[in-house]
């Protein structure tokens, strides 16, 4: 799955960037330093927006192309911002077996996004992932930390009702 810049504007707050700040001169302008730098800018602001990765990569003295490599390349790091609702749809061989693919067509579908994108309302987010460790319970998605298994296409407009 290729990960997509978000499409919501960035807007950081005087305090956001005075971390993000602190962080990059903590690394005082060692390149090797660029995960722990991109990781702690993912905690100050959810995710990675094109803003954030463009001062990283001129603090650390680095090509923004290699912050957006690493970015892309982790799983861990975010280019869109997480909705108050993270949904994660597992596409793992059970999961996807017993039909996940049908449940994440059908949340797009109803949440009017794609996959690795979030709502405009920053309502909902939806992720596709490869395990939450829930075989036995396939096909399986989480809701931030709720777990519902043994899903089916047609369950999904009641789970999501539940959080709006």
Do not use: H, W
């Amino acid at each position: 799955m290729v990960k997509k810049l978000s499409k919501l504007p960035f807007n950081d707050t005087p305090e956001q960037a005075a971390k993000l700040d602190a962080a990059i001169a903590a690394a005082a302008g060692d390149p090797n330093m660029l995960m722990s730098v991109m990781q702690e800018a993912q905690e100050i602001y959810g995710y990675l927006p094109y803003a954030v990765q463009c001062k990283i990569a001129e603090g650390l003295g680095v090509p923004v192309e290699k912050v957006y490599g690493v970015a892309t390349f982790y799983a861990q790091f975010a280019l869109s911002p997480k909705g108050k609702y993270n949904i994660s749809v597992c596409l793992g061989t059970a999961c996807y077996v017993k039909g996940s693919q049908q449940v994440l067509d059908k949340l797009c579908e109803e949440l009017k996004i794609e996959a690795g994108e979030c709502t405009d309302d920053a309502k909902f987010s939806l992720e596709a992932c490869r395990c939450v460790g829930a075989c036995g319970l396939a096909p399986v998605m989480m809701v931030n930390d709720d777990v519902y298994g043994r899903l089916t296409p047609d369950m999904i407009k009641d789970i999501v009702a539940k959080y709006e």
